[in-house]
C-alpha cells in the first residue's frame, strides 16, 4: 500500500521453473536461440505457452483450459509483478463476456438519448445483431456526410502483437469502407514531439539514445530530469526487452553521481539512492534558466561549441540576463522562488555540469503541462551551452526512460505487422502508422465534439473540427487517459452513436452505446519484437487457452464487418491468423539473412515455444547519438532549416504565437504551485503508476492490493499539508477543485514536495450518481476529473494534465463503496 514500492531483486524465469525444464542455448549463426524445448504438455492437462505483453515476455501454466499461473520466460533483473496476473486477465469477472447494448440505443439507434450513456441499462445481444448495428450506424453517417462524420482515432495502447493490433485493424477496416477521422500526435510525448523537429530536426522522442555501453563508461553525472524509469520502463510499446532497468542497476553498482529532478522521490530515485532535488510541478523552464544564467555568469558555457553547432543563442542569452523586451533577470535567485530549489544548488548543478561528463535524461512527465513546448527546448538549450552533446555520455536524451532507449540495437531482423492500408504490411511500426488524411490534434477531442466547425491553430497550420456524428473505440480508454472529465461526458453526448471494442467494462466501455466483446493476446497467436530500439528478441505469443464467453478477436471483429460491407477479401487478403504470423516472420528471417543472421524456419520457431534473442555488434555498443554532427556538421548537419540546433527557431517566431516564441521562454502557467488559490491551494501532479500500464490491469486485485488505500487509487500528500488538514496515513480524502471531484486513499510522506500532492494515472473512473450530480464524484480516484482539458500551446495543442491546482479534505461521512471492478447488470434481449 505504500508508494514507495519496494523494487525486488530477480527472480527464477518461469518457463524454466515450470514444465519446460532447463534446456540448452543452442547457437544458430549470429543468433542464440533456445530451440529445444518442445512446449508439449508437461501432464495430460497441464502445458507452459509462451506470449508476451507490454510488460515482457510470460509464460502461462493452464490446466484444463484454464490459465494457473504465470511469471517471467525470460528472467528479469528486476521483477515485474506486471507479469504474474494473467489467470485474472483472462478470468477476470470484470469481462465484457458478450455483446452489449444499451437499453435506449437498441430501442431507438442512432436516435436515442444520449444523456444516458454510463446510467442506462445494458441489453446483452447476439454477435449478428451487434454487428447489424454497427454496420448500419455507420452506413448511415456515411450515407448522410460521408467520412467527416466518423471518429475513429481510437487514440491509445492494447495489447502487443504484430497481428492483433486493434487501433490498426480498425484503420485498416475505416480505410476499406470509406474513410474516418483520424488523430495527430499523442498524450505521451505531445508538446515535445511537436518542437523539437524544429530544434533538432527531429522527434528525439521516439529514437534511439547514446549506448548504455557508453554512459557507464564515459558519463560522470546523470540527471533524470522529470524521468522515473524503474518504473516506465516495465513497459513498452512492442514488449520490453527487460535490459533498461538492467542498466539502471549497472549505474546503481557503479556508484556514478545520479540526481533525480522530480516534485516525487520516486521509485527510480529510491532504487538508485540518488540526490533528490524537488522542484515545484511546470516550474524547470525557470530552474533551467537559472543554470543558464549561472553558467553564463561563471563563464562556464561552451561558447566553442555554441558558436559551431547552434543558431540564435544570442538572443537566448539576451533573453536570460534581463536584457528582452521583459527586463528580467533569470538568475539563481529569480529561479529559486518559483521552483523551489535553493539558489546556491541552482548555482553548484551549473558547476558541476560544467566540469563533468554530464547526460542529462529528460523524461516526459515535464512537457505534459502548458507550454510542455519550453522544458525540452530549454533543456536541449542547456544541453548546448555544456557543449556535450555527441561526446560519448554526455549531452541529453529523450527515451532512455521508454521502451529501453539506450539499449544497444541487435543484429537481426524486424518483424512485419498488420497495416492499416491493405496496400502492404508495415515495417512493424504499428504506433507512428499514418491513420487518416482528415485529423486534429488528439488531445483536442472534448473541444471538437462540443464545437464542430471550429478552427484552431496547430504548428503553424489551421485545422478545421469535423462534426463527429460517430465513435469507433479499439484499444485506449478516454474515460480514464483525457483531461478534465466533466467536460468529456457532456462533449461524448453529441455524436449518436458510439463503439467500443473492449476487452473489460472500462470506464469508457461503460459510456457506450455498443460493446463488443475482445479477447485477451492469451486467446489468440500472435508474435512482436521486444525493445523498440534495441530489436534484441522475437517473441511468440502463442494462444494459451480459447477465447472466453463470446469473444472474439478485434480481427476477427473487423473480417465480420467487412465481410457486411463487402470487402472481406481485402481486409483479410485471404490469408489465416498463421498465414500472417508466418509472413511477419518471413520479414525479420529475410532481413536477418541480408545481416548475415541465421534465424530457425517459422514453423521450428513457433514449436520451440521460445524466444529468439539476436546478437549485439560492437559499433552499436559504442554508438553515441550526434557524434557524426559533432564530427563534421557541414557534412552531418542536421534537418532543422540552419542544419544546426536551433535556439532560436525563425519557422516557430514566424507562427507569431503568443504561447509558443522563438527561443525557449518561461510563461506563468495558469494553474501552478505559484499561482494558487484560497479554494485551490495545493498543486496536482500525476505520474504513471507502478503496478499498472495506464489503466491496464488496473481491474487486478492482485495488484491492486498492492497499491490501494482503504481500497482508493493512493494519493501522496506531504506531512505538513496533511497535518494542516486533520489528514492521517490511510484516511479516505476527498480532492477536488473546480472541475471535479474524486476520492483517494492518504499515503502521507515526505516523498513529494510541500504544496503539491501526487496521484497517478490511468485510476480507473467510478462516478457515483452520474446523471444527476452535476460533477459526480468519482469514487476511486481517477486525477483527470481534475486535470485542465487546455492545449500545451498553439504549437502542439498537446495535454496538459500536469497543469492543476486542488484543494484535499479528510472525507467525512460514509464513503461510497468502489463499484467499476465488477461487472455491470444486464437484461437479455
Ligand atoms: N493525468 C494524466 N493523464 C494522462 C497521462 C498523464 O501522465 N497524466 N498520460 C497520458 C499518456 S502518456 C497516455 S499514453 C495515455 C494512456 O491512455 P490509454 O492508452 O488509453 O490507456 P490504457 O489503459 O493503456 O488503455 C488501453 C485500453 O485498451 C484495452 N485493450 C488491451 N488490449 C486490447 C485489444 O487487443 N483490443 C481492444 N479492443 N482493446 C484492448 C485495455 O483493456 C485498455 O482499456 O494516458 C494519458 N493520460
Ligand atoms: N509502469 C508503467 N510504465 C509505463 C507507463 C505506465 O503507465 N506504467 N506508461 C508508459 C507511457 S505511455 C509513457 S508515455 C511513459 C511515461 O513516461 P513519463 O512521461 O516520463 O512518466 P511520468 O510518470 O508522467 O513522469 C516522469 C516523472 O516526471 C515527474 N514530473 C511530472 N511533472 C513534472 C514536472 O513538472 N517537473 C519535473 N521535474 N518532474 C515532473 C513525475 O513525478 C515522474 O516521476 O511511461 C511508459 N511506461
Ligand atoms: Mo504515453
Redesign the pocket.
Given at each position: 500500500m505504500s508508494h514507495t514500492k519496494k523494487i525486488n531483486g530477480s527472480r527464477r524465469q518461469f518457463l524454466k521453473t515450470t514444465s519446460l525444464g532447463t534446456v540448452g542455448m543452442a547457437a544458430t549463426g549470429g543468433i542464440t536461440t533456445n530451440l529445444l524445448a518442445s512446449g508439449k504438455a508437461m501432464a495430460a492437462e497441464s502445458s507452459t505457452v509462451m506470449s508476451a505483453a507490454h510488460w515482457g515476455p510470460i509464460g502461462i501454466v493452464v490446466e484444463n483450459g484454464k490459465v494457473v499461473k504465470s511469471g517471467p520466460a525470460i528472467e528479469p533483473t528486476i521483477a515485474n509483478e506486471?507479469q504474474t496476473v494473467v489467470a485474472e486477465q483472462v478470468h477476470s469477472d470484470v469481462r465484457v463476456k458478450y455483446p452489449m447494448v444499451r437499453k435506449g440505443y437498441l430501442e431507438n439507434p442512432g436516435k436515442s438519448d444520449t444523456s444516458l450513456r454510463g446510467h442506462d441499462e445494458w441489453v446483452r445481444v447476439s454477435w449478428d445483431k451487434a454487428l447489424e448495428l454497427v454496420h448500419n450506424g455507420l452506413k448511415q453517417v456515411r450515407d448522410s456526410q460521408g467520412p467527416s462524420g466518423v471518429f475513429a482515432g481510437s487514440y491509445g495502447?492494447y495489447s502487443s502483437g504484430s497481428l492483433h493490433a486493434s487501433r490498426t485493424l480498425l484503420h485498416r477496416f475505416m480505410n476499406l469502407t470509406g474513410g474516418f477521422v483520424g488523430t495527430k500526435g499523442d498524450?505521451?510525448?505531445g508538446a515535445a514531439q511537436v518542437i523539437m523537429p524544429h530544434v533538432m530536426g527531429t522527434i528525439e522522442v521516439y529514437e534511439q539514445q547514446t549506448s548504455w555501453e557508453m554512459i557507464l563508461e564515459h558519463s560522470e553525472i546523470v540527471v533524470l530530469?522529470?524521468?522515473?524509469p524503474m518504473?516506465?520502463?516495465?513497459?513498452a510499446w512492442t514488449s520490453t526487452d527487460q535490459q533498461g532497468t538492467d542498466y539502471f542497476k549497472k549505474l546503481k553498482e557503479s556508484g556514478k553521481r545520479v540526481i533525480c529532478?522530480?516534485?516525487?522521490r520516486?521509485e527510480t530515485c529510491d532504487y538508485l539512492g540518488a540526490e533528490w532535488i524537488p522542484?515545484n510541478?511546470?516550474?524547470?523552464v525557470p530552474l533551467m534558466l537559472g543554470i543558464a544564467h549561472s553558467l553564463i555568469t561563471a563563464g562556464k558555457h561552451d561558447q566553442e561549441f555554441l558558436k559551431k553547432y547552434t543558431v540564435g543563442y544570442d538572443k537566448f542569452e539576451a533573453y536570460v540576463l534581463g536584457k528582452a523586451e521583459d527586463g528580467v533577470v533569470k538568475d539563481a535567485a529569480w529561479a529559486s522562488q518559483i521552483c523551489g530549489v535553493p539558489a546556491e544548488t541552482i548555482k553548484q548543478l551549473a558547476l558541476d555540469f560544467a566540469a563533468k561528463r554530464t547526460m542529462l535524461m529528460g523524461?516526459?512527465?515535464?512537457q505534459?503541462?502548458r507550454h510542455g513546448e519550453q522544458?525540452h527546448w530549454t533543456l536541449v538549450t542547456l544541453a548546448s551551452m555544456i557543449g556535450q552533446i555527441g561526446l560519448p555520455g554526455g549531452g541529453f536524451g529523450l527515451s532512455y526512460?521508454?521502451a529501453n532507449g539506450g539499449v544497444p540495437t541487435a543484429t537481426g531482423g524486424i518483424v512485419g505487422a498488420i497495416s492499416a492500408n491493405t496496400s502492404g504490411e508495415s515495417g512493424g511500426q504499428t504506433w507512428l502508422d499514418e491513420t487518416s488524411k482528415m485529423s486534429f490534434p488528439l488531445a483536442r477531442i472534448s473541444d471538437a465534439l462540443l464545437n464542430p466547425g471550429k478552427v484552431i491553430q496547430y504548428n503553424g497550420t489551421e485545422v478545421t473540427y469535423p462534426d463527429i456524428k460517430l465513435i469507433y473505440w479499439a484499444g485506449g480508454n478516454p474515460f480514464t487517459h483525457h483531461q478534465d472529465t466533466n467536460t468529456l461526458i457532456k462533449a461524448w453526448q453529441k455524436p449518436d452513436t458510439v463503439i467500443v471494442n473492449e476487452i473489460y467494462w472500462t470506464p469508457t466501455a461503460r459510456m457506450a452505446d455498443i460493446v463488443l466483446p475482445v479477447t485477451t493476446s492469451f486467446e489468440r497467436n500472435d508474435l512482436t519484437m521486444s525493445g523498440d530500439y534495441s530489436m534484441l528478441n522475437i517473441f511468440p505469443m502463442k494462444k494459451a487457452v480459447e477465447p472466453q464467453f463470446e469473444a472474439k478477436s478485434d480481427y476477427d471483429i473487423f473480417a465480420a464487418l467487412s465481410k457486411l460491407a463487402g470487402v472481406e477479401d481485402k481486409f483479410t487478403e485471404g490469408k489465416s491468423e498463421m498465414d500472417w504470423l508466418k509472413g511477419f516472420y518471413q520479414s525479420a528471417y529475410d532481413a536477418a539473412r541480408k545481416n548475415r543472421v541465421v534465424m530457425p524456419r517459422f514453423e521450428q520457431f513457433w514449436e520451440a515455444n521460445q524466444p529468439i534473442t539476436f546478437k549485439v555488434g560492437d559499433k552499436a555498443k559504442q554508438w553515441v547519438r550526434y557524434a557524426e554532427f559533432r564530427a563534421d556538421p557541414l557534412l552531418n548537419p542536421l534537418g532543422t532549416p540552419s542544419g544546426k540546433i536551433e535556439i532560436y527557431s525563425d519557422t516557430v517566431a514566424k507562427m507569431g504565437y503568443d504561447d509558443c516564441k522563438g527561443h525557449p521562454s518561461w510563461m506563468v502557467p495558469e494553474e501552478y504551485a505559484g499561482n494558487t488559490t484560497a479554494e485551490a491551494p495545493l498543486a496536482l501532479?500525476?505520474?504513471?503508476?507502478?503496478?499498472?500500464?495506464?489503466s491496464q490491469l488496473c481491474f487486478s486485485s492482485a495488484l491492486r492490493e498492492k497499491y490501494t488505500v482503504n481500497s482508493r487509487e493512493p494519493v501522496l500528500i506531504h506531512p505538513d499539508d496533511a497535518q494542516a488538514r486533520g489528514i492521517a496515513n490511510g484516511d479516505i480524502v476527498r480532492l477536488f477543485n473546480q472541475r471535479g471531484q474524486v476520492l483517494a486513499g492518504a499515503v502521507v510522506s515526505d516523498g513529494v514536495i510541500k504544496g503539491t500532492v501526487?496521484l497517478h494515472?490511468?485510476a480507473w473512473y467510478d462516478p457515483a450518481e452520474l446523471g444527476t450530480a452535476e460533477k459526480p464524484l468519482c469514487k476511486f480516484g481517477n486525477p483527470n476529473v481534475l486535470t485542465m482539458d487546455i492545449g500545451t500551446s498553439k504549437l502542439a495543442q498537446g495535454n496538459s494534465p500536469?497543469t492543476a491546482i486542488l484543494q484535499v479534505e479528510k472525507y467525512s461521512g460514509e464513503a461510497p463503496a468502489v463499484s467499476v471492478f465488477s461487472e455491470p447488470k444486464y437484461t437479455t434481449a
Open positions: 506486471l495502447w498524450y505521451s510525448t530530469w522529470s524521468a522515473n518504473t516506465t520502463l516495465r513497459n529532478i522530480d516534485p516525487v520516486s522542484v510541478t511546470a516550474t524547470d523524461g516526459w512527465g515535464m505534459r503541462q522544458t526512460h521508454y501532479v500525476t505520474p504513471h503508476p507502478y503496478y499498472r500500464l495506464h501526487a494515472e490511468g500536469n
